[in-house]
T-cell receptor
Framework: AQTVTQSQPEMSVQEAETVTLSCTYDTSESNYYLFWYKQPPSRQMILVIRQEAYKQQNATENRFSVNFQKAAKSFSLKISDSQLGDTAMYFCAVKETSGSRLTFGEGTQLTVNP | DSGVTQTPKHLITATGQRVTLRCSPRSGDLSVYWYQQSLDQGLQFLIQYYNGEERAKGNILERFSAQQFPDLHSELNLSSLELGDSALYFC??????????????FGPGTRLTVL
């Protein structure tokens, strides 16, 4: 079974600064995918970034990047130049290649302060 | 806008009743997933359909059922509703089952309130 742990229930950051959200996971498979989704106050689930476990290069999407440490089963999200619109709940998720379900962590509520 | 649509946005009903939640996947997506987000259990996978067939089951109660129709839209049926069924129900879709195309895109959700 796959599990995901997000140890930071809440975080805050000043606008324009950088913040890192932590995520650890466990899976018995060697092939899997990792995701970060954000859920703003509108409650919509929005894909932020995706990482294939077989790729050593860390994924980047504009101001969002990940630090993927496969051996440590760690998948942190770095947000650079934080904006007010980044205020949201952020969920880390894992999906094994052999399966179809996403397993989510408990989420981290990020608040960007002006 | 993810391209996944869900109706209705809000649903208020009484205990013991039955409701149907509807989802239309993104154009070209064959897989539909249902998730439940509640305060006490977080985001939980319920069930997946691929091209009309059930492919995976998660923590779905026996009172709940789903189906995917030939036009690929899906419905989640919740019956004998209890207070604890109050939650946000998400539908997600993806192109296929495995591979890099399997990223799931979520609809806006249906908020169900059982009184």
């Amino acid at each position: 079974a796959q599990t995901v742990t997000q140890s930071q229930p809440e975080m805050s950051v000043q606008e324009a600064e950088t913040v890192t959200l932590s995520c650890t996971y466990d899976t018995s498979e060697s092939n899997y995918y990792l995701f970060w989704y954000k859920q703003p106050p509108s409650r919509q689930m929005i894909l932020v970034i995706r990482q294939e476990a077989y790729k050593q290069q860390n994924a980047t999407e504009n101001r969002f990047s990940v630090n993927f440490q496969k051996a440590a089963k760690s998948f942190s999200l770095k947000i650079s130049d934080s904006q007010l619109g980044d205020t949201a709940m952020y969920f880390c998720a894992v999906k094994e290649t052999s399966g179809s379900r996403l397993t989510f962590g408990e989420g981290t509520q990020l608040t960007v302060n002006p | 806008d993810s391209g996944v649509t869900q109706t209705p946005k809000h649903l208020i009903t009484a205990t013991g009743q039955r409701v149907t939640l509807r989802c239309s996947p993104r154009s070209g997506d064959l897989s539909v997933y249902w998730y439940q987000q509640s305060l006490d259990q977080g985001l939980q996978f319920l069930i997946q359909y691929y091209n009309g067939e059930e492919r995976a089951k998660g923590n779905i109660l026996e009172r709940f059922s789903a189906q995917q129709f030939p036009d690929l839209h899906s419905e989640l049926n919740l019956s004998s509703l209890e207070l604890g069924d109050s939650a946000l129900y998400f539908c997600a879709s993806s192109v296929g089952i495995t591979g890099s195309t399997d990223t799931q895109y979520f609809g806006p959700g249906t908020r169900l309130t059982v009184l």
